[in-house]
């Protein structure tokens, strides 16, 4: 098999799917034109730039490289799932962040150390797109789950209040609603469990299919990155609705009314 | 059954980013097995009164003593297994009837098999006999939503009772009903009662003293006659002619 390397000049051709884009946005005037503009230079640069440090690390072989990346991807993550908090909150970034690493970190060890056993532990050719989907995925499950906690708490009140002045402690007050947010974290990466393979040919494998390899063991890689998507945002949702208690509760299990109160 | 003292309390609240008193340096004693009815105008005060005993909330200053122990000295979990609290809304688990009623007991570690008694004579209590434990909370009336909300407190045997204005979301023959449970509880179990409500006809009801509080200071404490009688203030005076809202 052979792999189809692609020009910049063949590329400029896909522009045309980002233009018929923007004239369905202009048809319909949905006023989305500019953002797919901007998206698509965005996408461009961002994906050119990364191409080149990628490039960079594969040649100089340094780990010290591999590690300066997973930082900034990380530090990224972390910036993105606090972004996406409808309400912002003192603490919130610790809070994701030990979730986000620990869920992330294990994951990763096990895939690196155990399953791939890849020598040295650092090759940035595994090591970096593997961090990538398990730091993408553990981020939006974060940004999920503290949400949607926040969310419950502040509707449920004084369901919670009633569980407090019963003697229950912040966690025991909360439980109901700390289920809800990890199925709400959990539900897509196990949805997507459901689906590979029939609705969707995830883009890990899709990549590798075309750079050459062999179909079956595209799968194999597939399946393992599923499995380890799944466990990793498993991990990090439930640091997270463990975490957030302090963001929500004082250390005699009273509920910040602050924290709920700036929900508007 | 016990004594409830607040030292020189006072606590402040964020307001639109502005500090306010919303308690400033109260000081009453309720004795114990007696019922306080407590009234005043909206934002007086009267709520965080007992989300401050309950520990639902912590005093800026001063202190708040039960049975002659500082309240911040004692685990607030145990403290408010103490000290029961009955909401204005009845904020029920959307459990069954028997699984609310089991939750106290439950968190101490008490096998809710073990209760099957207790919950039908406290279900007797609140006058619900008739109601089978299993059915869900969401289906039962308000009213019987609110006598289910206090037999979940009850469940706990609290020495002290706090209620926050559980008659106000009730129609008047369903929140008679509730006064007179209140009565009730308080002969049988010989229990010390906070009673916040907006009614003064309910507070005469039930109460056998009643504390005035405006903004956040204790205008008049008294024997309940006593203040139904004629008021030793200016502020009791045009409170109990509705002047003060």
Redesign the interface.
């Known amino acids: 098999m052979e792999y189809i390397s692609l020009s910049y000049s063949s590329l400029v051709i896909a522009v045309l799917f980002i233009l018929s884009a923007m004239a369905i946005s202009s048809k319909y005037r949905l006023g989305l034109e500019k953002d797919l503009a901007v998206g698509s230079v965005r996408a461009f640069v961002q994906l050119t730039a990364i191409g080149y440090v990628l490039q960079f690390m594969f040649v100089s072989g340094r780990w010290y490289y591999v590690v300066m990346m997973l930082v900034i991807m990380f530090v990224a993550a972390v910036k993105n799932a606090v972004a996406r908090q409808s309400v912002k909150l003192g603490g919130m970034f610790t809070t994701l962040g030990i979730s986000i690493f620990v869920g992330s970190s294990l994951t990763i060890a096990i895939v690196i150390g155990v399953i791939l056993r890849i020598e040295p532990w650092y090759s940035p050719r595994y090591l970096i797109p593997l961090s990538g989907t398990i730091l993408g995925n553990s981020m939006t499950g974060a940004a999920l789950a503290l949400n949607r906690l926040r969310a419950d708490i502040t509707h449920r009140k004084?369901?919670v209040?009633?569980?407090?002045?019963?003697?229950?402690?912040s966690g025991?007050a909360i439980m109901?609603m700390t289920r809800d947010a990890l199925k709400t974290a959990m539900l897509p990466s196990i949805s997507s469990l459901m689906v590979v393979g029939i609705v969707h040919l995830p883009g890990m494998m899709a990549g590798q299919i075309i750079a050459g390899a062999f179909p079956v063991d595209a799968v194999k890689y597939q399946l393992m990155v599923v499995y380890m998507i799944a466990a990793a945002v498993a991990i990090t949702s439930m640091m997270v609705v463990y975490l957030a208690t302090s963001l929500f509760f004082?250390p005699?299990?009273?509920?910040k009314?602050?924290a709920l109160r700036s929900n508007s | 059954m016990a004594k409830i003292e607040f030292l020189n309390v006072t606590k402040t609240r964020s307001i639109d980013g502005q500090m306010h008193n919303v308690l400033g340096d109260v000081s009453v004693a309720v004795q114990e097995g007696t019922i306080l009815a407590i009234g005043g105008p909206s934002g007086a005060g009267k709520s965080t009164m007992l989300r401050l005993i309950n520990r639902l909330e912590s005093v800026t200053s001063g202190r708040i003593l039960l049975d002659g122990v500082d309240i911040a000295t004692v685990d607030p979990i145990e403290l408010r297994r103490k000290v029961g609290m009955v909401f204005q809304l009845p904020s029920l688990f959307p459990l069954t009837v028997q699984e609310n009623l089991v939750y106290g007991p439950k968190l101490r570690g008490v096998e809710p098999s073990s209760l099957e008694t207790k919950v039908r004579e406290i279900l007797g209590m609140v006058d619900l006999a008739d109601l089978s434990p299993e059915r869900m909370a969401g289906e039962l009336s308000v009213g019987q939503q609110q006598r289910v909300a206090i037999a979940r407190t009850l469940m706990n045997e609290p020495e002290v009772l706090l209620m926050d204005e559980p008659t106000s979301a009730l129609d008047p023959t369903t929140a008679k009903s509730i006064l007179e449970l209140v009565c009730d509880i308080r002969s049988k179990y010989g229990m010390t009662v906070l009673f916040v409500s907006h009614s003064l006809e309910h507070s005469r009801l039930v109460g056998d003293r009643f504390l005035l509080i405006v903004d956040g200071k204790v205008i008049e404490e008294s024997d309940i006659e006593a203040f139904f009688g004629g008021p030793s203030t200016e502020l009791g005076r045009k409170f109990l002619a509705g002047e003060l809202r």
């Open positions: 004084p369901e209040e009633a569980a407090l002045a019963l003697g229950a402690t025991q109901p004082t005699d299990h009273m509920l009314t602050e």
